[in-house]
């Protein structure tokens, strides 16, 4: 039996959501000329989707285009804290059964994923895994209707390549987030712009003159990093990966080991997708006033526990800062309870580069369905014509031409022959 369920927390706030659905959907040209698209070809006839994604404006543009392409589907959130109340109401408004509540308790986000599964999904579409992971292990018997699926982040398509792995992954999935017209932009420019908000937002620090240490100098570091040192910050990264170290050194940042940083630091801001970053011996070498914040998928990268361990009380100052007060009297701020502050505090990344990363969601869907039967049990590649299908979008979008290879230059470059 199909489910309409949704749990949204007030239907009320569906027309301000729809008004920022149609902001979003402004900056959202490559997604639009898709959703055109799929609206007469009706690329998604029928087929069931799930998809566990953060529930924001432009999710709600993604959502609808594969609603137009005749998708039918439903939504749950990907984490307790990302989502958007007002634009699941106004997705529910529009057809789309949602199940999402922002500040929802970790037994409601399962239960969430649980109902969008109900649906019994032909696609599935994943930002972290958890739909993924939830499905193979506790839902197992639906795997039968699944044609494939999509995974948005990184530290997802790390959990699908662990259960390629270890032989237990089921059926074919696209790591959109490994995508050059992905993570170039959304985990790079993306991540770095809204942190910065998102932690602006929640605390409404000044940056300049901030020591600000970043750990992980991956696509999303490399990104915050660029952005805080543009607000005046002194940026020290920390990293466990010597050719990305050297990158950041050689970028114009500090590079020591976290413990060393521990001592300097204003604000910390993890973003690895690794567990205990910051751990209990960091925190106890912190100074007065340091602020901790994570921009990585799970709340794991700051060491919660043994921060309350070391703490004699607790009390929340503003929405997303709870100030700790250590044995020693010191006071350590930590935002959004460890969540991806970007999301809790903040908007998330800006349309403009989620048009992309939802583009590559679209087709790779399409891509899929096309490919019925053909795909095997395994993580795939976003196919390149999708990639370069995008970017070339997305330029014209910005009414900016490029050059092509004129007959000579192509055989040059793929020839062996010519020298000095
Ligand atoms: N907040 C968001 O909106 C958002 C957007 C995209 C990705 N993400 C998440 O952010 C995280 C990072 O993504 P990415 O694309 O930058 O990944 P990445 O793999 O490119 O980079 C992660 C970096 O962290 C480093 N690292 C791992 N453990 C470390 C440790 N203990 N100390 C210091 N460095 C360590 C790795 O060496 C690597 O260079 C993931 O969890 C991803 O899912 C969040």
Known sequence: MKTRQYDIKDPTLAPAGRKRIEWASRQMPVLKLIRQRFATERPLEGIRISACLHITTETANLALTLKEGGADVILCASNPLSTQDDAAAALVEYGIPTNAIKWEEEVTYYKHISTALDHKPQLTVDDGADLVTTLHTKRSELIKNVIGGTEETTTGVVRLRSLERAGKLKYPLIAVNDAPTKYLFDNRYGTGQSTIDGITRATNILWAGKKVVVCGYGWCGRGLALRAKGMGSQVIVT????????????????????????????????????KNVIGKDHLQTMKDGAILANSGHFNVEIDIPALESLSVSKQRLRPFVDEYTLKDGRRLYLLGEGRLINLAAAEGHPASVMDMSFADQALCLEYIVKNRGKLEPKVYPVPEEVDKQVARLKLSSMDIEIDSLTPEQKEYLESWEEGT
Not at 240 to 245: L, N, S
Not at 247 to 254: F, I, L, R, W
Not at 255 to 264: G, H
Request: charged share 25%; hydrophobic share 50%; aromatic share 2%.
């Open 239 to 274: 990293e466990v990966e010597p050719i990305r170290a050297l990158e950041a050194v050689m970028d114009g940042s500090q590079v020591m080991p976290l413990i060393e940083a521990a001592r300097l630091g204003d604000i910390f801001i993890t973003v690895t997708g690794d």
